[in-house]
Every structure is written in C-alpha cells, then in structure tokens.
C-alpha cells in the first residue's frame, strides 16, 4: 500500500512539472517573439545609467552588469569579484536589473518606491560577499492598465518618465503600453478628407483620451491642441525608446473599428454601426461609428493606421486593442463575433507576420453578454499564441477559469486593485499570493505570466510590490516574513513598532477577500445623502492601534535621511485613513439621529463631521503627494501655451469630481487631496448638514431632489472652471499634525452619549461574499 501511495505521488509531481514546463515553454516562445532585438552592448550600457541614476556615481562604479543570453530567460547570477566590485549577469538588461534590486533589497536593506527612486549608500560601505542565482517563474511580468496613462501618467514629462521606467525594470517588468496615437490619427483621417473642425470635434481633451482611444466618448474637454499631440508623439518615442534599451517590449496601438462620425460622409457605402452610449454621455460626446469588420474599409483603416505606427514607434511585434470596452458589440452571435476578432487579428497581421494581440480580458466580465460560446468563438478565430489575454483583476474576478485558461490562448494573471486612482489603504495579500500559484497548476493552465493592471496608481503600494515578487517566485511567499522584511526596507531601521504596524495592516486592510466593488467612494468623498451605505471588511479599531506605534516610532526612523520622507508619507496615510473610516461612522450615527429625528444629537455629530474635514485638510496639507496644487500645475505646464492653461486644468478639475458635462461618473477618479477636501468635499458636507438641520427643526421630509439640484449647480459644476492657485510645497509638520489629531479624537471616541455605534451600522463585511450577475465596471 506504502509504495502504491508513493508511485502515485511521483506521478503526481510529475505532472506538475509537465505542467509547469509546458507553461514555461509556452511563455518563452511568446516573449521571444515580442523581445526587442536591442543589442546586448546598449542592454549593458543602459543598465549602467540606470543603477548610476538610483545609488550616485561612486557607488554606481561598485557594480558590474553583463548580458549573458546563455543564461534561462529572465534569469540573473550575482557575484563578488576579486576586484571588490558585485557583477550580476543577467539573460537580458531588465533581468539584470531585477537583480540589482534584490540585491538592494535582500541583501543591503535598501528599497526604492513610486515617490522614491533613489538610494543614498555609504561611502565606506562593505560589500556583503554573496553568490546567488535567480530565474523568473513567470516569462512575462506586465504593467500597465489603458486607464492608468489617464489617471496617473497623464501630465508627465520625460524626467518623471525615465525615474517610473528605472522602476519598472528594478521590478522586473517587461511588458507594458505606448498608447499615443493621436498625431497619427491626425493625418490618416486629412488624408483621407475629414476637415480639422470634423477632426477637433473627435478628440477629447488630454485627461480623457483613453476614452475616445476606445470609442467610449468623443470630444470631451477638448479641443486637443495639434501642438499637444505633436509632444506627446515625440515623448512617446523617447519613452520607447528608455524602455527597449533596457530589454523591455512594448504594445502599440492597433485599430479596434471605431472612427468619428463624419467619415460617413467620405465613406458613404461603407457599413458602420452605432457604438453604444456610455455612461449616459449626451449627443455631442457619444456615440462614434463602429466599422463592420466585413466591410473592405475595416482593413483599409487598420492596415493604413498599423503602418504608420510601425514607422513612427518601431515594433515589438505586440499590439493592443479593446474594440469592446464596456460596450456590447451589436450582435451577440458567433459568426459575427468570430468575424470581428479575424479582421481585427488579420490587420496585424497583414502589416507585421509575427504580430501578436494584446487584449485586455475586462469586456468579458459583462456576463450577459459575454456567454461562453462567443468568448470561445472570439479567442479560437485568432491562432493559439496570437492573442495574450490581460485577466485584468485576477485578485476578485478571474475570468481564466470560467473560460478553460482562456481556450488555450496564453494569459496573463493580474492585480488591478484601484479604480480610478482614488485613496483609500484597500488589498487582498493573501489571495494574490494563493492565487497566482493555483492559476499556474490548474490542469491546461495557458498561464505564461503575472501583471499589475491599476487604474491609477501612487497608492497601496505594498500591495504592489507584493504582486510583483509573487510573479517572479515560484513558490508562495511566506507573508509574514515578507511584510517584516518590507517594513525593514522601507524605512532602513529594524524596529519592533514598524513591523507590528505593517502587520496588523496586512491582517486587516491588506486582507479583503470579498467580491464587493470596492471603488474609493467613502463618505466624505461622495456627493452627500441620507441613504450612503458606508462598508468596512476589518476591525477599525486596528487602524487606531496601528497608527499608534506609527507615531511612537518617529525617533527611529534618521531625521536626516530620505527615509524620513517615506515616513512621513506613511504617518499622512495612516492618519488620513482613520480620519476618513470615522468620518464614515459618525455618517452612520447621524443618518441614525436623523431617522429617530434627534436634532441636538444630529447637529451635534454635524460639527463633529467637519471639525474632522478640517483636520482631514490638515494632514493632507503636510503630505507632499497629497496636493491637489501639484496635479493641476503639472496639468499647466503640460499646455503648449499660456492661453491653453485654462483648458487644461479643466480637464484636471473636471476628471477628479464630476467626469463629464454634468456629472455622468460623478466622483469616480475623487480623490483625498488637500484643497479638494476644503473647497469641494468639505463645501457640499456642509450645504448638506445644513439643509438636513433645516428640514429637522421644520419637521418636513428632507428634499433630496432639490439638494441635488444646489449642490450641483453651486459647488460641482462650477469647481471644473475655477483657476484657484493652490500650495504645490507640503505645509505644517507631519508628526506634530498627526499626533495633535490622535489625541482630539480618541478622546471623541469614548463618547458613548453620541456615538452608539463602534462599527459601522449594517457595514461591516467580514468573510461575507455575494455574487453579482453584472459584476462590476470599470472606467
């Protein structure tokens, strides 16, 4: 019985490693076919730059970097040399660079973030005499979501480029976008005879492009200035070209069959259909035509646009397109569905022979539509390997298992985490790192690599961070050691208190495990109302506790040190975070005192509310990366001239509250942001508060209609066309701010007279799912 049992578990392990080698092989034909053919001498050289760039001249000379392509892909050995120096080969330059990182990190201690890409090392440093190896579990690690060059990338300049891609090869990622394409767009429709009024009428204003790209919405915020489009062309390329010196391969822009309306009139014969509307967009911004994939203009449009972004990007051989994002294709039968996704694969491949289709996989999470016979018609009509599906939030809701690892075609696992980059400490650590280990053995897993797909980015990071280790191990991290060593690296001093910190989040913010839609929509950033259902899937006292030993650690952490910096990044988040779960449930307290029509206790809680607003405020005010004076001066200085500057910080205003002519997705990109919270959030709270007290001590029902009508007349619509100046440079000292507003309101806490409600009324999720029919959006 004993040596049944043992046979029987040798053929399992044997299996697994057929399976594990059958994805292996299966990824390392695709990234082959995608590797950009940069020479290993500019690989090398690249690199070179990239580490003088992240630890300084002096101690940039103590490394040594070699391409070996002898060596597994995506694989690195690091060595001390005689000469004293650290040498790290690397398959490729961004694999050495995944290795440069580990070293920083595991062996020196040291790591870099989004809001800190550099390294300050000693002089006298001694270099730790180690000898390891290191391959990638998974051939191909992405970033990027089509929505994040809105929300996040949307006013940078090269210099923030070259630090994000410094650390994206640090990470070890070697996929992401190059979505711009307007100027090409620009002359393929003059040539082919729309007018420039026809074609300003189409494209919508910069900090809604990712939009129109898709066929969502038309002429939003703009015009576009010609001059715009120009340097973003021209930044595009630098950006490409940063990238691909390092080894990294890049999707570009393919035709997905929408086009302005007035191409109707050159093309009269041509068979079009009406895209869907989006959002409820009006007339003047929805709505572009949709060119039948059996039509002959399908392919002249694709092939002639394919052409000139080869010529203007080169080409790694990959391209993405989403022909129905959040949008139902008119037709919901398999011959037409099949038909679409031919011509669209067809376009590529007509133009380049090796070309593969990037598709994100978020248009099949529309179940109604999407049955499991036309997801299968349209991933089978494009050959095995040519399609690379982005399951764009693995973490909630995996569509690979629904579709039998997508038919066959390779996928990729994704996190997407955020929605529009709003705040808000949300993550599902545990699921991630279950999740990618079970997506890689399921039976006929078609899995070849591991994503991070935001929306928007500059927050959660650790959540990130852990995504991306998890996709290069093969093995399960063990979280507990995992979260130590992050809070180890983050701040460079080992301190009971910051571990403790960094593991009571992961137990409680860090661990949801539910399939509601969490979209960054708390209380105090949404319009305001007497039926808001605020929801928390953790106890919220531990965020006190936390924030807590956060506070108590400040001698620790070097004054004097960048690290500091992160510190007090980290003190502002935490801070911000208890602020804004209170705020929820002194919500809960005063819909309640409301209800019971309570008047003392109800206005009471309302002074309470925005005695919080205010030192919400306050604490954003001190945080450098919570300044909404910064993201509407980079909005400014992105305009090609002065009398542009107008329109672009409308575009900014306008995507953080209203999104849209009149509010069509209403606070969906809102963010927690000193001076919004004062001069948009904290002003329709109180206009609220206000007419509810009114309505209280009138004994009439509060008018929900008419508030709607005033707050949106008076404080929404009007904030996308102010020009306000605000601070763009941290006011008030973190800790001092912090510390002042853990003693006012834990004493506030105790007040059992007021507050009858420790959690949040009918809120609290712990363990509870539902599943949902429709199962969630994204914009």
């Not at 998890?470 to 080992?494: I, M, P």
Request: aromatic share 12%.
């Amino acid at each position: 019985m004993v040596g049944c049992v043992n046979k029987l578990l040798l053929i399992l392990a044997l299996l697994h490693q057929l399976r594990d080698g059958h994805c292996q092989q299966f990824g390392a034909e695709l990234l082959r076919r995608i590797t950009p053919a940069t020479s290993p001498d500019v690989q090398e050289e690249a690199v070179r730059q990239l580490i003088r760039r992240v630890v300084g001249n002096t101690a940039g000379n103590w490394f040594d970097v070699e391409v070996n392509k002898l060596l597994d892909s995506r694989s690195y050995q690091i060595s001390l040399q005689q000469s004293g120096k650290v040498l790290i080969v690397g398959s490729d330059g961004v694999s050495i660079c995944k290795g440069f990182h580990h070293y920083l990190k595991q062996v020196l201690h040291k790591d870099l973030e989004w809001f800190k890409t550099s390294i300050e090392l000693p002089d006298n440093l001694q270099l730790p005499n180690v000898t390891l190896r290191s391959a990638s579990a998974s051939p191909i690690i992405y970033y990027q979501n089509v929505c994040t060059w809105s929300y996040s990338f949307v006013w940078w300049n090269l210099e923030q480029w070259r630090r994000h891609i410094d650390w994206m090869a640090l990470m070890g990622i070697n996929l992401s976008l190059a979505p711009n394409q307007e100027a090409i767009w620009q002359d393929v429709y003059t040539e082919l005879g729309l007018s420039q009024t026809e074609i300003d009428a189409h494209f919508a204003g910069p900090a809604f492009q990712t939009w129109q790209r898709m066929g969502n919405i038309r002429g939003w915020a703009g015009p576009l200035p010609p001059a715009h489009r120009r340097l973003q062309q021209r930044l595009q390329q630098h950006i490409l070209q940063a990238q691909r010196e390092l080894g990294m391969s890049v999707a570009l822009p393919a035709f997905a069959g929408h086009v302005p309306q007035p191409l109707q009139r050159v093309f009269p014969n041509a068979s079009y259909s009406l895209a869907q509307r989006w959002n409820n967009f009006p007339d003047p911004y929805c709505c572009n035509l949709f060119v039948e994939p059996n039509d002959a203009l399908f392919q002249q449009l694709a092939t002639m646009f394919l052409r000139r972004v080869v010529q203007t990007y080169g080409s790694n051989h990959i391209y993405f397109c989403d022909p129905f994002n959040e949008m139902q294709p008119r037709l919901a039968e398999p011959d037409y569905i099949r038909a679409t996704s031919q011509a669209i694969y067809n376009s590529m491949r007509t133009v380049d022979g090796e070309a593969v289709w990037l598709l994100q996989g978020w248009m099949f999470l529309e179940v109604d539509y999407w049955r499991d016979n036309l997801i299968e018609a349209f991933l089978t009509a494009v050959p095995r390997g040519r399609i690379l599906v982005l399951d764009l939030q693995s973490e909630q809701f995996p569509q690979y298992q629904r579709t039998y690892s997508y038919y066959g075609q390779p996928f990729v696992w994704c996190m997407l985490n955020n929605f529009g980059g709003t705040l808000g400490m949300f993550g599902s650590a545990r699921l991630i790192n279950s999740g990618i280990g079970a997506a890689r053995t399921m039976p006929n897993s078609s899995m070849v690599g591991v994503g991070i797909t935001p929306e928007g980015i500059n927050q959660n990071y650790v959540i990130f961070s852990l995504t991306l280790d998890r996709g290069w191990s093969k093995d399960e991290l063990q979280l507990s050691d995992w979260f130590d060593h992050f809070a180890l690296t983050r701040y460079g001093v080992s301190d009971s208190r910051l571990t403790q910190y960094w593991q009571m989040l992961r137990g409680s913010v860090y661990d949801f495990q539910g399939l509601q839609r969490m979209r960054g929509k708390y209380v105090m950033n949404r319009r305001p109302g007497l039926n808001l259902k605020p929801w928390i899937w953790y106890n919220a006292s531990i965020i006190n506790e936390a924030w807590q030993l956060l506070l108590a650690a400040k001698e620790i952490v070097p004054l004097e040190d960048d690290r500091y910096a992160i510190y007090e990044h980290d003190l502002v988040d935490i801070t911000r975070q208890f602020l804004q779960v209170s705020i929820d449930r002194i919500y809960v307290n005063l819909r309640s005192a409301y209800r019971k029509t309570q008047s003392d206790r109800f206005q009471y809680l309302a002074g309470k509310m925005l005695q919080m607003m205010d030192d919400m405020e306050r604490i954003l005010a001190s945080g450098a990366h919570f300044l909404l004076g910064t993201w509407l001066e980079d909005a400014k200085q992105l305009a090609p001239s002065a009398d542009q500057r107008i329109v672009y910080e409308f575009n900014a205003r306008n995507q953080l509250t209203i999104w849209g002519p009149n509010g069509q997705i209403l606070d969906y990109a809102t963010k927690q942001w000193s001076g919004l919270v004062r001069d948009y959030y904290q002003p329709r709270w109180s206009m609220f508060l206000d007419a509810a007290t009114l309505a209280l001590e009138s004994n009439v029902p509060f008018n929900a209609t008419n508030f709607k009508l005033r707050v949106a007349n008076e404080i929404e619509l009007p904030f996308s066309n102010l020009t306000k100046l605000y601070p763009t440079k941290p006011v008030g000292n973190t800790w001092h701010i912090s510390q002042q507003i853990y003693i006012k309101w834990n004493a506030f806490a105790k007040d059992s007279q007021f507050l009858h409600n420790n959690r949040l009324e009918l809120g609290v999720r712990e363990g509870k799912t539902w599943h949902r029919k429709r199962q969630t959006k994204q914009h």
